[in-house]
């Protein structure tokens, strides 16, 4: 046995390094579980310390340890941290430096939450879900309209930490934003809730204009004199207009709870009050969206039942015009001996005038009444 690990250590150094590793592992398996996992490195966004309105350090970003350190050390400061889709590992650490409960850790890790506010201790939990409009050249049964993802903001007394999941919302442009505003940034850690809803509202109404634009287009196609038999792009639209509803509606309430809440500094409850008021504005108008929705796709689906119920009467008029000659061939088709006008020479074209005869009749009373 001995030999035959040292004849094994004789071989590995000839071999290259990563199949010397691999032949490792499989020598030795329980390594694979000692190996300590390093997260998600590229999870941290941006990290910074802010303090008078300004950011400390310029724009270089810094180690969240040790923006921690500076933010407790100095009065009036906070750290405001990004992370973008972090995974356990990645968070563990945070929670660590930040002293966040592990619900908020789990919650954190995970997307797609709906929209709401929870407060755990001095932290409180805001999620807020992202919107963006996806352009299309046409309206299909299978066009993506509007995208979403989701943004947890978890607010503390000294820190910011913003958790986004999925590719709709970059916050860099906020951060930009709200640097610009050392007024609106010396109200804390809620300055970023701020900028951050406010930049969420603001996505929700761009995406309604857009929408708007395309139920117009849908309502110009539904209601012309020519019109084509699908309406799946309907359906779609509809769909995603369930999708954007769930973005936006159920945030109405948790801005509401939060403005009610002490939470808030003073100085920022009426940038506050008017994100809540452009809140309004984009739910009426979705709200309103998901109405006209319904209608457009209510009228196209009577337009397809009076169209079928017009082709019926088409079909049955012209049922009713064959069978004019069909009874009257079959009644003389009848292998009889003695029938009227068998033996005349004008019985042939007297059958074949009276087919047309009352054919055109029926043709004429039935184009007159609109059936045909």
């Not at 590995?12 to 300590?36: F, T, V, W």
């Not at 970059?170 to 970023?192: A, D, I, K, N």
Request: proline content about 6%; some cysteine; aromatic content about 6%.
């Amino acid at each position: 046995m001995l030999g035959r690990n040292s004849e094994r250590r004789r071989l590995l150094p000839d071999l290259p390094g990563g199949l010397k590793q691999l032949l490792g592992a499989l020598a030795h398996p329980e390594r694979l579980s000692e190996a300590p996992r390093r997260g998600n490195p590229d999870a941290v966004v941006d990290c910074a310390v802010y303090a008078g309105g300004l950011r400390h350090g310029g724009s270089a970003q810094v180690p969240y340890p040790e923006a921690a350190r500076l933010a407790r050390r100095r009065r009036g400061a906070f750290v405001w941290l990004g992370l973008h889709e972090p995974d356990l590992a990645t968070m563990r650490p945070v929670a660590e430096v930040f002293d966040l409960h592990e619900l908020l850790v789990d919650q954190a890790v995970t997307g797609g939450h709906r929209p709401g506010v929870q407060t755990l201790g001095e932290v409180t939990r805001l999620v807020l879900r992202t919107a963006r409009y996806v352009e299309h050249n046409g309206l299909t049964a299978t066009s993506e309209v509007v995208e979403t993802g989701d943004v947890t903001l978890l607010i503390g007394p000294w820190f910011a930490i913003t958790v986004r999941h999925g590719p709709v919302g970059p916050l860099r442009e906020v951060r930009t934003e709200l640097q610009s505003r050392p007024e609106v940034l010396r109200q804390g850690p809620w300055s970023v809730a701020y900028a951050v809803g406010s930049r969420m509202v603001d996505s929700y109404l761009d995406v309604a204009d857009h929408v708007e634009r395309d139920l117009d287009r849908i309502e110009e196609e539904t209601f012309a004199s020519v019109r084509t038999g699908e309406f799946a792009h309907i359906y779609q639209l509809k769909r995603e207009m369930v999708e954007f509803k769930r973005a936006v509606l159920p945030l109405a309430d948790p801005l509401s709870r939060l403005l009610e809440s002490p939470g808030p500094p003073a100085g920022l409850r009426p940038y506050l009050e008017d994100v809540r008021g452009r809140l309004a504005r984009a739910v009426d108008r979705v709200g309103g969206f998901d109405d006209l929705v319904n209608s457009i796709l209510q009228a196209r689906l009577t337009q397809v039942s009076v169209d079928q119920n017009h082709d019926m009467r088409k079909i049955a008029s012209w049922a009713a015009i064959a069978a004019v000659p069909t009874v009257i061939a079959g009644v003389f088709g009848m292998n009889f001996e003695h029938m009227p006008g068998l033996d005349s020479p004008y019985g042939f074209y007297g059958a074949i005038g009276a087919m047309l005869l009352i054919s055109g009749g029926a043709y004429h009373r039935l184009k007159k009444s609109g059936w045909l």
